[in-house]
Antibody, heavy 123, light 110 residues
Framework: QLHLVESGGGVVQPGRSLRLSCAAS????????MHWVRRSPGKGLEWVAI????????FYGDSVRGRFTVSRDNSKNTLYLQMTSLRPEDTAVYYC????????????????WGQGTLVTVSS | QSALTQPPSASGSPGQSVTISCTGT?????????VSWYQQRPGKAPKLMVY???KRPSGVPDRFSGSKYGNTASLIVSGLQTEDEADYYC??????????FGGGTTLTVL
């Protein structure tokens, strides 16, 4: 059974940093690209970042580029999101999701999602 | 990258059909057949319902179907059921390793 479990969320002050984790199980984690997606209160889903299967290629949405860093440890089946210079508008539930492609390149089809972890940026 | 445009809400009675549109540009929806649709119920994780414009993952009822014409994609839900009440989001590959989401549509089954 495929599982994605996010953790690391919480309340943080503006300007501070936070690292999220996503523990994967039930599939060959190292063979799949992975995404982070968020949903802010009262708003819709927003794509945050992607990391290719080997961790060498990473791309970001406009609103987080330069502040957030995605990484992965395939030996630990874990995906990470390091968030710095946090802003109130970063308040959201953060989801990790698996890209369905098993090829070297993603297809941007998110076929499995975790339940999310809530990040609140507030003073 | 601008978000794709969806109507904020849609509704229908049980048994009816409803169509949710998703309008992008020639740089995203119009350029690629990587349009997907996700269902999100309150407090739950999003669920993939349609991918590559019109394909359904296993386990998704055939009441859900997708299409695309030009820069606009559509999700059609036929034979509405109360369990279909949820938020629905479209996505499209936007080029340059970028994924674009629609603003979301809240579907109400009257």
């Amino acid at each position: 059974q495929l599982h994605l479990v996010e953790s690391g969320g919480g309340v943080v002050q503006p300007g501070r940093s936070l690292r999220l984790s996503c523990a994967a199980s039930g599939f060959s984690f190292g063979s799949y690209p992975m995404h982070w997606v968020r949903r802010s209160p009262g708003k819709g889903l927003e794509w945050v970042a992607i990391i290719f299967y080997d961790g060498d290629n990473k791309f970001y949405g406009d609103s987080v580029r330069g502040r957030f860093t995605v990484s992965r440890d395939n030996s630990k089946n874990t995906l990470y999101l390091q968030m710095t210079s946090l802003r109130p508008e970063d308040t959201a539930v953060y989801y990790c999701a698996r890209d369905s492609s098993q090829l070297p390149y993603p297809n941007y089809i998110l076929d499995s999602w975790g339940q999310g972890t809530l990040v609140t940026v507030s003073s | 990258q601008s978000a794709l445009t969806q109507p904020p809400s849609a509704s229908g009675s049980p048994g009816q059909s409803v169509t949710i549109s998703c309008t992008g540009t020639s740089n995203d929806v119009g350029a690629y057949n990587y349009v997907s649709w996700y269902q999100q119920r309150p407090g739950k994780a999003p669920k993939l319902m349609v991918y590559e414009v019109s394909k359904r993952p296993s386990g998704v009822p055939d009441r859900f179907s997708g299409s695309k014409y030009g820069n606009t994609a559509s999700l059609i839900v036929s034979g509405l059921q109360t369990e279909d009440e949820a938020d629905y989001y479209c996505t499209s590959y936007g080029g340059r390793n970028n994924l674009v989401f629609g603003g979301g549509t809240t579907l109400t089954v009257l």
